[in-house]
């Protein structure tokens, strides 16, 4: 999974990895991606991928009314229909990964899936980039069956160690399933 706050140039390449490998991801976005990026949301949609909810302004969900956490959701599923003639897949991640059960509860009746992930790391700051290394050995140091990653696409060091990484895990036996094929 991709978390999409805004475009830095490294998605159409991660894209072109991700076609070459087969390998259908998620993406989170933001009104400032959408916004931005019509064209690479519509691309994300075309080719297959699921694009989720990462809300409209990024807030810290626990700390926002259900008004305004319905504002945000909604918002976005709205822009995102006027930008890409596109339905946003009903897939959530809650900005920061913050959330409350409160929260949960919202979004499971707005009929959200909330998706947190397995595998993280510090990829988020552009000019403290971990490096292509550091991504690759990270993967082969902490993938696991069933894993979620949370990446940014953003980071320079992500779309370089992506086809890297996708080929470790496809030389294990891994094969890459959308989050809505996970309950299946």
């Not at 064209?39 to 909810?53: D, P, Q, S």
């Not at 995102?80 to 499971?108: A, H, M, N």
């Not at 953003?154 to 294990?172: P, R």
Request: charged share 30%.
């Amino acid at each position: 999974t991709f978390d999409c706050g805004y475009e830095n140039g490294y998605t159409p390449k991660m894209l072109d990895t991700l076609k070459k490998h087969g390998v259908k991801a998620t993406f989170f976005v933001t009104k400032a991606f959408v916004e931005s990026n019509p064209k690479l949301c519509k691309r994300m949609k075309e080719e297959g991928h699921l694009v989720g909810n990462h809300t409209l302004n990024h807030p810290s969900l626990p700390a926002k009314s259900v008004k305004d956490i319905k504002k945000e959701v909604r918002g976005l599923e709205k822009l995102f229909k006027e930008k890409t003639g596109y339905e946003l897949d009903k897939f959530i991640r809650p900005p920061k990964g913050e959330f409350s059960s409160r929260v949960l509860k919202v979004l499971q009746k707005m009929g959200y899936t909330t998706a947190f992930w397995s595998i993280a790391y510090y990829d988020y700051d552009t000019q403290k980039q971990p490096g292509k290394n550091y991504v690759a050995e990270h993967f082969k140091k902490y993938y696991h069956k069933g894993a979620i990653t949370l990446t940014h696409n953003i980071s320079k060091s992500n779309m370089e160690a992506l086809d890297a990484v996708l080929t470790f895990l496809e030389g294990k036996g891994y094969r890459f399933a959308a989050l809505s094929e996970l309950n299946k």
